[in-house]
């Protein structure tokens, strides 16, 4: 299953980018990575990162999306009656694919957009057995992902910059976003999160 995931995953990214090859100004095509906290509804919340290829024709959004969630655990250790030492640890994991299709508005140095699809994920344990040894119990579901986001990028051609202060080369249509993410997926074990969201690629049409 893992296999055939990211076979069709990879075919998916392939999309996009040869159809930028066949237009002769760049298409809407940008790599988005973010990070935040993440609520799965019947266990715990944790840290939460996300990646993603999106491209747009004609205000359509078509996303292909990793999420990854690790839900983290806390406990005590005295290394002494008076010295408890705090530790942290993951307990459980959702890395999940995704594949979806929503609506994009840009004005201006702004965009929003909304989309849902179809998706399947690992929902790993982390677990301790009667001789307390850990092992890993892992199963795969499918799911219904969502998402929202608001970005902001160059609303005119300049030349694209390093760490947005060192310019370099002509001005382009190629540049860096920032904005917010609202991330979602309903399924058996349905999450919510919400974090910042970095871009990198062709945002608008100029």
């Not at 159809?19 to 100004?25: D, I």
């Not at 988005?32 to 959004?61: H, P």
């Not at 310019?167 to 999160?193: C, D, E, M, Q």
Request: proline fraction near 5%; hydrophobic fraction near 35%; aromatic fraction near 18%.
């Amino acid at each position: 299953m893992q296999s055939i995931l990211k076979l069709l995953f990879c075919t998916v990214l392939y999309i996009p980018i040869f159809s930028l090859a066949q237009e002769k100004k760049p298409p809407i095509l940008y790599i988005d990575v973010g990070g935040g906290y993440a609520k799965v509804f019947s266990e715990k919340g944790g840290l939460m990162s996300s990646a993603g290829l999106n491209y747009e024709t004609n205000k359509n959004l078509f996303t292909v999306r990793y999420a990854h969630i690790n839900e983290l655990s806390f406990d005590l250790f005295m290394l002494s009656p008076f010295t408890p030492i705090p530790i942290v640890w993951s307990d459980t994991s959702i890395d999940e694919y995704g594949i979806l299709y929503g609506r994009r508005y840009t004005e201006d140095n702004f965009s929003y957009s909304f989309s849902a699809g179809v998706s399947i994920y690992e929902h790993a344990e982390f677990l301790k057995d009667e001789q307390g040894k850990y092992y890993e119990n892992s199963k795969n579901y499918f799911g219904v992902p969502f998402e929202f986001n608001v970005k902001w990028f160059k609303s005119t051609k300049k030349p694209y910059t390093i760490y947005g202060v060192i310019p370099v080369g002509k001005p382009t249509a190629f540049g860096n976003s920032i904005g917010f993410k609202l991330i979602g997926n309903i399924s058996k074990h349905a999450y919510i999160g919400f974090g910042i969201v970095w871009g990198i690629g062709y945002h608008k049409e100029y």
